[in-house]
Each structure stands twice: as C-alpha cells, then as structure tokens.
DNA sequence: TTATAAAACTGACCGCGGTCAATTATTTTT
DNA sequence: AAAAATAATTGACCGCGGTCAGTTTTATAA
C-alpha cells in the first residue's frame, strides 16, 4: 500500500494545489469553486476528486498550512514567561483562525484525527499546538502546579476555541479574541491570584 | 416589520417542520432532503425557502427544540451539589449534541447569536444552559470563590465544548464525553482539590 | 361587490459538488 | 520491442440546494 505516486500525478497534484492558491489569495476561502479550479490547473473536473477526497479537504489542507506557519512563527518567538505574554505569542494564529465563520467552520470540522492515518494538517497543528503550550507550561513561574501541564495546555486551548467561537457572536465580538480569553486564562493557569483589573464579558453582563 | 402573518402561512409551515420532523426520525438529520420535504408536505420547492433561509436553518432549529427539551430536563433535575452530579446531570444533553458530526457541526455553526436579531434556537439553548449552571454553581459548596460563577459557567461550557470534539477524535473516543469532561471541571471548579483517583487522557499520552 | 394591493405559493431553471465508465499514459513483464 | 497490467486522467452525467419571474390566494379599500 502508499505505491510511490508517478511524477505527472505529482505534477497534477502541485498544479491543482497552486490554482487553488490563486484563487484563495484573490477572492479568498469561501469563492473557490472545484471548476474554477480545474480550468485554471488546466484538468478534468474527475482529477481533482482523484487528488482530494472533497473540495473541504483541499481547503483543509490550504487552511493548515497557513496554521503551521503561524505555529512556527509562535515556537520562534521568546518563549514567554507571563500568561499575559503567553496569549499575546498565540494572537496572530488565533486570528487567522477565527478570520472569517467559514474557516473557523472548516478548521473545527477538521480538529478531529479521524484516526492515525489519514490526520488532517489541521488535527496535526492542534497537537503541536498543545505540545508547544505544554513546554512553555513547564517553564513558566506562578502557574499552578496542581494539575499536569499537559491537562493545563488542553485547557488553555479550549479556552482558546470558545473565544474564537464567541468572536462570530454579537454580544461579544467588541473586543478582541485576546482580551476575550485572558480573564479565563489567568484564572485556569493561576487560580486565587485575583486578576480582576481587567473587565471580563461576565462582568458586564 | 414582522407582519402578523395569514393563516395559510402558519399551516404551510407546520406541515413542513412536521414532513421534516418525520424524515428525521426515520432516516436521521444528515439524510434530510428538502426536495423530500416539501414532496411529504404537498408544496413547492420555492415555498420552503420562503419559509427557512436555507436547509441548515431548518435542521438548526430541529436540533434547537431537541436541546431545549434536554436542557429542560437538566433543569428540572434535582439540583447536583456536586461536580460529577453536574457533569452527570448534563450528559443527556452532551451525548445528543455530539451524537455524530454532522449535528455537533450545525450547533456549533449556529451557537453564535448573529445579533440581537434573529438569535437561534441553538444560540438561546446556549445562554440558557450557562444561567442554569451559574445558578448551580451559586449554590454549591467545595467550589472556588475567586471568579464569578458566570466566568466559572462559561468555563465548563468551554470544556464541555472541547470534550464534545474530542469525541471524533480516534485517540479520545474510547471514554465517554463525561469521563473526557471530569478531569477538567475538577481542576476549573475546584483547583488544588488534588482530584487524582481517575485517570485522564492527559495522563496517558 | 368589485377593484387594488399585498402576501403566499409555484415550478422551471441554474450553479456547483461529486461520480464513474471509458480513454490515455506509464510501468512492468515476457 | 511488443504485450499485459496498472496508474492517471477525462468529461458527460447526476443529485440537490437555492433562485425568481410569474400565478394564485387572501386581505383591504372604494
């Protein structure tokens, strides 16, 4: 199994993927159309579904790539030694996350592993995310240590998620993804260190 | 605006959310067709959408009235004094939620309230479900004191959220979603109880 | 009651994602 | 080098969500 592909269908392949980016780059995530695509790559409308198993996973595959930058970016950066730091380091990939509902709606689809094979770079990402989180974790003063860092890592990224998903929310999309997360993020990492300086979205309420 | 509308609308569209609703008990919300629908309803196409923006708004709301009822439930429980009675207590809702992608991925398209306006049903059920839980909290001991029980209550949200996910997640599916969720509401609910009886998913990687 | 306006419904039509039997290109075997 | 086997590509076709100019029904005005 995982026959060593011939090279025409490499070059198809890289054809497709770079018609696609010109096309995400010009009208963005949501204007690609398979057709367009294709005429563009200059083939079959068939090739495409030979290449990817749906349109989504082509733009899965696009929509992660881009992650795995910001992810990079984020690792190269100082590690930092504050939560407040910590949030601010993970901004930009959170941004690029929660840019629009329909590549946020992409990325949550796709989070899962389906299983060891066939992982989508996306599910990739989230692991090395929380792998990264963890490391800083570990390094970091005045955060508790109660609970392993790995747990502590998991949680900060579902907080991250949900105030992503609060961004497309009405009530809540004043502020900024990193404002949104930072009262939750304190009280997880640090608990009874009181860090009410800032309001919080309950607060107001 | 909002006209009050004739009565022939009123019974066109409960005859479509009834067609609807009988195709989603036999064949599940992922095999509704609308093409289905309005055939069993005895009306046109057309009609349907003058009706629901578009087939996904008529599923949200579908799913919407299935939350309610165990968000009610849920509700209407004894109140849990504890964190793994709250965890149980909300398991009904939570397993329907994630019951398969295909609904875990429209509540999640739909939770966000898009405005004050035109709030869906699923929207409301989340509001709802963080006022009950913060009425729990507010009510129950061996719970830490240094954040407001809504920040508290969005947090469980946030985790339950998470938990939910993981369940299309080869690695994590073997647990059920309470047992994903416990390890996490301990440590948000009540940090430094030490609460290390259960083996989580963290502990094991 | 009859004319007029507004609401509700209709169904032919379109766009686009996805399929698959048939065809062409490449590799392997004899 | 020719034949056989496998890989890659093709494009006509289908299913289904969604649109909209035109028709019918209902409410309102004269």
Same mark, same amino acid.
């Given at each position: 199994?995982?026959?060593?592909? &011939?090279? *025409?269908? =490499?070059?198809?392949?890289?054809?497709?993927?770079?018609? %696609?980016?010109? $096309?995400?780059?010009?009208?963005?995530?949501?204007?690609?159309?398979?057709?367009?695509?294709?005429?563009?790559?200059?083939?079959?409308?068939?090739?495409?579904?030979?290449?990817?198993?749906?349109?989504?996973?082509?733009?899965?595959?696009?929509?992660?790539?881009?992650?795995?930058?910001?992810?990079?970016?984020?690792?190269?950066?100082?590690?930092?030694?504050?939560?407040?730091?910590?949030?601010?380091?993970?901004?930009?990939?959170?941004?690029?996350?929660? &840019?629009? *509902?329909? =590549?946020?709606?992409?990325?949550?689809?796709?989070?899962? %592993?389906?299983? $060891?094979?066939?992982?989508?770079?996306?599910?990739?990402?989230?692991?090395?995310?929380?792998?990264?989180?963890?490391?800083?974790?570990?390094?970091?003063?005045?955060?508790?240590?109660?609970?392993?860092?790995?747990?502590?890592?998991?949680?900060?990224?579902?907080?991250?998620?949900?105030?992503?998903?609060?961004?497309?929310?009405?009530?809540?999309?004043?502020?900024?993804?990193?404002?949104?997360?930072?009262?939750?993020?304190?009280?997880?990492?640090?608990?009874?260190?009181?860090?009410?300086?800032?309001?919080?979205?309950?607060?107001?309420?």
């Amino acid at each position: 199994m995982a026959r060593v592909p &011939q090279k *025409r269908r =490499v070059k198809t392949r890289a054809k497709l993927v770079a018609a %696609a980016g010109t $096309i995400v780059a010009r009208e963005g995530y949501a204007a690609l159309r398979v057709e367009d695509v294709v005429r563009d790559a200059g083939v079959a409308k068939g090739t495409f579904f030979s290449h990817f198993e749906d349109k989504d996973s082509l733009l899965a595959q696009l929509i992660g790539e881009e992650m795995h930058v910001l992810l990079a970016e984020a690792a190269d950066s100082p590690m930092p030694h504050t939560i407040d730091a910590l949030c601010s380091t993970l901004e930009p990939l959170y941004e690029y996350m929660a &840019q629009d *509902r329909f =590549v946020f709606d992409i990325i949550m689809r796709y989070s899962g %592993a389906a299983g $060891i094979e066939d992982e989508t770079e996306i599910a990739i990402n989230f692991f090395r995310q929380v792998a990264l989180l963890t490391r800083w974790l570990d390094n970091m003063a005045d955060v508790r240590r109660d609970v392993g860092t790995v747990l502590l890592a998991e949680g900060v990224h579902a907080f991250a998620i949900n105030a992503m998903s609060l961004k497309f929310c009405a009530l809540h999309n004043a502020n900024s993804i990193r404002d949104r997360l930072r009262p939750y993020i304190h009280a997880w990492l640090a608990p009874g260190s009181s860090q009410r300086d800032h309001q919080t979205d309950a607060d107001q309420q």
